[in-house]
């Protein structure tokens, strides 16, 4: 069993805010699993994700990636191994698709054929035909596709850890599902550690190895879906659970003619 992150009791506070985003927190991630992390607005599922690539600084405590404290790596050095996705996707709308994808093995020196053929295998991974995508440019492509250019780009040079922050939150219901089933996919051939934010929980039970669930910048459980579900932890995470059953049989009775 190979240790990919581990969180040893960490702490973060933002300055003027009355409570710590997070309290004490350690956890251990094994590699090539799907973690989602789920809690409602202000749980700290966010800045839990964001301490990883270092886009936010804890205050105490420590973080390893595959053994290593993140502290002794150089921020900008530590970023280009972590595939990063958000909700806003972020695509350079000046440069086609394959100039996207290209950013980071353009930065670290790739050769021309090299980078041509990892822009190939991911537009391929990702369900969209290079001949007809590579050489468009951000406009040209719906969400949901530009949500998949903005995977493609994040795994181009090849991370061990990907972490994804809400990223089909502005995408509409039906893609949605689709993407999902692409990510699961992605995740199976990739084998590599994901980290992934979300409110919804049957998105979190549908796509995690794992599930964290989160409240006021503590864990409240961690295990596998079948656990979770068969054995809630405590009243947060039975409340959630069942709020969620709620809203969907009053769906499914509003869908029945």
């Known amino acids: 069993m190979t240790i990919a992150i581990e969180f040893f009791n960490v702490s973060k506070q933002f300055p003027n805010a009355s409570m710590p985003?997070?309290?004490?927190?350690?956890?251990?991630?094994?590699?090539?699993?799907?973690?989602?992390?789920?809690?409602?607005?202000?749980?700290?599922?966010?800045?839990?994700?964001?301490?990883?690539?270092?886009?936010?600084?804890f205050d105490d405590g420590d973080i390893q990636l595959f053994g290593e404290r993140i502290l002794d790596v150089e921020a900008v050095e530590?970023?280009?191994r972590i595939g990063y996705v958000i909700q806003q996707i972020?695509?350079?709308?000046?440069?086609?698709?394959?100039?996207?994808?290209?950013?980071?093995?353009?930065?670290?020196?790739?050769?021309?054929?090299?980078?041509?053929?990892?822009?190939?295998?991911l537009l391929l991974l990702v369900?969209?035909?290079?001949?007809?995508?590579?050489?468009?440019?951000?406009?040209?492509?719906?969400g949901g596709q530009q949500q998949r250019i903005g995977l493609a780009r994040a795994l181009a040079a090849d991370p061990k850890i990907m972490l994804l922050d809400e990223p089909f939150g502005a995408i509409d219901a039906i893609n949605r599902e689709t993407l999902q089933d692409e990510l699961i996919k992605i995740h199976r051939q990739s084998r590599k550690t994901f980290l992934f934010v979300t409110h919804d929980v049957h998105e979190a039970f549908k796509l995690g190895t794992r599930v964290l669930v989160m409240d006021q910048g503590r864990i409240q459980q961690y295990?596998?879906?079948?656990e979770i579900l068969s054995q809630p932890a405590n009243e947060f995470v039975s409340a959630l659970l069942e709020s969620t059953r709620k809203q969907y049989e009053a769906y499914h009775r509003w869908r029945k003619p």
């Open 21 to 57: 985003a997070l309290e004490s927190i350690s956890l251990r991630i094994e590699e090539g699993e799907l973690v989602t992390i789920l809690g409602t607005s202000g749980s700290g599922k966010t800045t839990l994700l964001k301490l990883v690539n270092r886009i936010h600084d």
């Open 78 to 80: 530590l970023r280009r």
């Open 90 to 121: 972020g695509l350079f709308p000046h440069m086609t698709v394959a100039q996207n994808i290209a950013t980071v093995p353009s930065i670290l020196g790739w050769t021309a054929a090299e980078i041509d053929r990892r822009v190939d295998e």
């Open 127 to 142: 369900n969209l035909e290079p001949k007809e995508y590579k050489r468009r440019f951000p406009a040209q492509l719906s």
């Open 223 to 226: 295990g596998t879906p079948d």
